[in-house]
């Protein structure tokens, strides 16, 4: 890629944490992460190698080892990216690196302890006090949104019920780049209202998943802030900018165990690999720079990163370590991707009078809800104007629309006054006949009803425009009462020692350069035996770079390897479920309805996967759906010929349905007897010698055929009244 003027290279810092209580545990081998904090440079030790075996050395932007403050990471790395977004540009801060290593920690920290609180509630502070100091021609809007990328689904954690819902569909424009349609973006006015924001798609994300770390581990969180700022510009119009910040914490880097794992496990691990392994090789593909294509529509994440990396926008990668030797690999793995990831070239400009600003959007629908509200004041006015003559001169608009809410409000009251004492004045008078009376009452009551109308209407404008307007924030009112000069200006020195270590280091990593190339050229040689001298000392440095240089070949390729027997053996499994499948196909599913369902898959090549069409009819193809046949005389159903019958007798409603049973219910129900007596009534029975049953054995008999055999079942009442009722039918026929 080439360089050009605007275009700026993705930051890279590297923080590294402290050795957790278990590890400390583990022995005393201590970390295997050395940082150098003025050089910006990481050196890992292979706890598995030989003291010989050279080091392994990084160079990034910046390095935080286990001892540094969330707020140094912050006024020196970020501090200076939401300016950016705050004079208009996009910006990304993204937390890269293996699950436990710190970047929730990073992003979000510890929110109640002030000194642990993370790059996202210190940005939240920066934006609005930056908002509140600011002057007061400029106006803010501040929108937030806030979904997470599970299993490559989108999902949006503001909509309440995100769980059920289908994952978002992402659209690109050449405006804005990628986005995403129906996300959910709330307007916020304060650091508490962005604060709850942030809480709610906190608890969303965390009342989707049974365990949070493990969930946090497998899904990725964005948080998006938009800031727009509208300001006369020397032209005289108003100009707007917009500038676009992702606050991005990241799936766990590490590689997802896939031995062993099937169905939807298995799938969870690809997808997550996907979005992970896809960020990987969009990187390398940016950092190569040679190739053309860079694989962004590989997943969601890439996607919604696109502008991101190597786009419009300026990014800050945090990439987060464990110093536990068991994890050396990991470890070197995010080192080798924060190492790639600095060379990705962005081209960060200003977004300025975007046709979607929602700014523009609030400002017009303020101006006519003010323009309407005028109307409505103006219109009450003359009315009082022609009420009593005084005359008005004009005042300060703030103040002129407060006298004229209120003279609005007295125009109400009179009016009303005046229809109560008109209305007395008619049911007075005894001139007018009751009916007139009447007609005219009615008629004041009308007018009053009017009045009150026009009146609420009035009240939900002024509400409407009110809570539009306090939506807009405007530069130089006080938002956070803590904000007095003193801390300006702490902070600005704060700032500025962030900035000037900042540099400090630059120069240093360049005089290191430096060194290396100009060393030959400043020695001059006295005699032989110091050149032979001079001239092995260079050699041997040359040749531990050698080694260094083997060493990460080796590594690379060794890394080449694994990830391609992980490919492999994804793509293993992958044929073993997709022969599963083909064998479920063939063996259990007819060919008929193989091929119908076949002919109803269509590929949507902007989701990347197969889909069903619908089978309700949809308007396109409205003969989609077969209809259900009709009963075949036109009925809706089926029916009987004696309901037909009875129908046209026009006997009984309930015949207009197809019933042709009429059962009556059994009078006699069944009776429930203790076993003893049941035995004690069939010893009599069969004792009895006239056989004359006694009521309490009728009952028996009957709760017994009434359950047991079929055959007493064919004797029972009920039996009786359906064949009376098919025996009556030729009689109800005649
Ligand atoms: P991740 O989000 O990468 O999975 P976490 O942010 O959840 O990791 O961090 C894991 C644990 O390590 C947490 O208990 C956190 O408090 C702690 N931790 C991480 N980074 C630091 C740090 N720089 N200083 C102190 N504790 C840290
Ligand atoms: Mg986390």
Redesign the pocket.
């Known amino acids: 890629m080439s360089k050009n003027k605007s275009s700026e290279s993705v930051k890279v810092v590297v ?1 590294c ?2 050795l ?1 209580r278990k590890e400390q545990s583990n022995g005393p081998s201590g970390g295997i992460v050395q940082m150098d904090l003025r050089l910006g440079q990481v050196i890992l030790r292979n706890p598995r190698a030989s003291h010989s075996e050279p080091q392994k050395t990084f160079t990034f932007d910046a390095v935080y080892d ?1 001892n ?1 403050k969330q707020r140094d990471l912050y006024d020196e790395s970020v501090r200076p990216l939401i300016d950016s977004v705050l004079a208009g540009f996009n910006g990304t801060i993204f ?1 890269y ?10 992003m979000q920290g ?1 929110w109640l302890d002030p000194e642990k609180r993370g790059v996202i509630p210190n940005a939240f502070d920066h934006i609005f006090t930056h908002i509140s100091r600011s002057q007061s021609d400029k106006q803010y809007l501040v929108r937030a949104s806030y979904l997470e990328i599970y299993r490559e689904e989108v999902r949006d954690l503001l909509d309440p019920n995100h769980g059920n819902a289908r994952g978002l569909e992402l659209r690109e424009s050449p405006e804005t780049g990628v986005y995403v349609p129906d996300l959910t973006s709330c307007v916020c006015k304060s650091i508490k209202e962005i604060e709850e924001v942030m809480n709610v798609g906190n608890q969303a994300r965390a009342v989707g998943a049974t365990d949070m ?1 493990e969930h ?2 497998r899904s990725h969180a964005l948080f998006l802030i938009t800031v727009e700022c509208g300001q006369p510009g020397p032209d005289g119009r108003k100009h707007i900018r917009v500038g676009r910040l992702n606050l991005v ?1 990241l799936a ?1 880097s590490e590689r997802q165990a896939k031995t062993g794992v099937q169905g939807e496990r298995l799938k969870e691990a690809a997808k997550i690999n996907l979005s992970l392994s896809a960020l990987g090789n969009v990187i390398s593909a940016l950092a190569d720079g040679r190739s053309g294509h860079v694989p962004y529509r590989d997943s969601k994440l890439t996607r919604l990163l696109q502008d991101s990396l190597g786009g419009n926008a300026k990014t800050v990668m945090v990439a ?1 370590l464990g110093p536990s030797p068991q994890h050396y690999d990991e470890t070197l793995t995010t080192l080798r991707y924060a190492n790639r990831a600095k060379n990705i070239q962005n081209q960060p400009r200003v977004n300025e009078d975007p046709k979607d600003a929602l700014l523009r959007e609030f400002q017009r629908e303020i101006a006519r809800l003010r323009a309407q509200l005028n109307h409505r004041k103006w219109r009450s006015q003359q009315k009082k104007e022609q009420v009593d003559d005084d005359g008005d001169e004009d005042l300060d608009c703030e103040e002129e629309e407060e006298e004229v809410e209120k003279e609005a409000e007295d125009y109400v009251k009179q009016e009303e006054q005046r229809l109560e004492r008109e209305k007395e004045a008619i049911r007075g008078d005894r001139s007018l006949l009751a009916e007139e009376k009447q007609r005219l009452l009615g008629e004041k009551e009308r007018m009053m009803g009017d009045l009150r109308k026009e009146q609420e209407a009035t009240e939900q404008l002024t509400a409407k425009y009110k809570a539009m307007e306090s939506k807009l924030l405007v530069g130089g009112k006080n938002i956070i009462d803590h904000t007095n000069e003193q801390q300006k200006m702490l902070e600005v020195k704060r700032h500025e020692i962030a900035e000037q270590t900042r540099r400090e280091r630059e120069i240093q990593q360049q005089m290191l350069v430096q060194d290396d190339e100009t060393l030959e050229l400043r020695e001059t040689f006295t005699s032989l035996q110091q050149e032979v001298e001079a001239k092995t000392k260079k050699l041997k440095k040359l040749y531990a770079k050698l080694q260094c240089i083997k060493a990460e070949i080796q590594d690379v390729n060794d890394e080449h390897v694994r990830s391609r027997q992980e490919l492999e053996q994804t793509q293993n499994e992958l044929t073993r479920e997709l022969k599963f499948k083909y064998l479920i196909i063939e063996n259990f599913i007819p060919p008929e309805e193989k091929n119908k369902i076949m002919s109803r898959m269509t590929f949507d090549t902007e989701e990347d996967q197969w889909k069903f069409q619908p089978l309700v009819p949809t308007e396109s193809k409205p003969l989609q759906m077969k209809k259900r046949p009709a009963s075949a005389v036109g009925y809706k159903r089926p029916i009987s010929q004696y309901a037909r019958v009875a129908i046209t007798m026009g006997a009984h409603t309930r015949f207009r349905a197809e019933n042709i049973m009429f059962l009556e219910l059994d009078m006699n129900p069944p009776n429930t007897n203790s076993l003893g007596r049941l035995k004690d009534t069939e010893q009599n029975q069969s004792s009895s010698a006239d056989n004359s049953p006694t009521n309490d054995i009728l009952g028996v008999h009957k709760s017994r055929s009434w359950c047991q055999s079929q055959k007493s079942i064919t004797s029972s009442s009920s039996n009786v009244s359906l064949t009376s009722c098919t025996t009556a039918l030729p009689a109800a026929a005649q």
Not at 97 to 106: A, N
């Open positions: 923080r944490r402290p957790n286990a540094s937390a690196g293996q699950t436990g290593t710190g970047k929730t920690y990073t510890m770390n946090s581990s914490d766990g987060t």
